[in-house]
């Protein structure tokens, strides 16, 4: 890899490794060391298992301070959801780590730069590389640092009422540069009991619909929706007051 390449990575990540070696390899996919033959380089096998434990850490460690009135199944729910591959695998491409893969000629040509599994278990590897030459402390800093979208979202959303319109509007601004847009499709019942009906369109695309005793509830309701269309919110999303 590039001396160049490594530079760039390192700025992405706030941290500048001691050990370059560490980096080389969190970054090496095995597929590149089963066709160069005689290497004595490591793949980032062993890395990824460390920066699992270590990521569960700092995760679990931020849950505890963020959320203290959370029980210890809603911070499960909260951890899973930010350590999913879904999420790593994000955060991944965010950094740019896909690019600076070392990868077979196979996994290149079946674009293995971006596939979810091995960014995420290459950023996994990344954050043992920074554990490892910096020690816990600068792992932390670091992901909470490529973290921050992620964690500042979860925090909006995990409070006794979940904002779901605030979330999604954070998420269509990412990516899709575009903002939510409401409309009531249906009003029903008597003035004192009514019931309302809201759609939710993205682009002009309808992602949700949402009942409620007010426009408010139904369009907290719909934006939901639109958060479990585009795989934002599941059960085991950044909502602890489960529902």
Known sequence: MQSGGLDEIQSRLGYRFRQASLLVEALTHKSFLNEARGSEEDDNERLEFLGDAVLNLVVSGYLIGTFPGATEGELSKLRSRLVSEDTLSRVARRMGLGDALRLGRGEKLTQGHDKPSILADA?????????????????????????GEELALCERMGGAKADFKTGLQEI?????????????????????????????????????VGIGRSKKEAEQMAARRALERLGQYKEDSCDTSGG
């Open 123 to 147: 950023l996994e590897a990344v954050v043992a590389g920074i554990f490892l030459d910096g020690g816990l402390d600068a792992a932390s800093a670091c992901v909470k640092s490529a973290f």
């Open 172 to 208: 269509c601004q990412r990516d899709f540069e575009a903002l939510p847009h409401y409309r009531t499709i249906r009003e029903t019942g008597p003035d004192h009991e009514k019931v309302f009906e809201v759609e939710i369109l993205i682009r002009g695309d309808r992602y949700g």
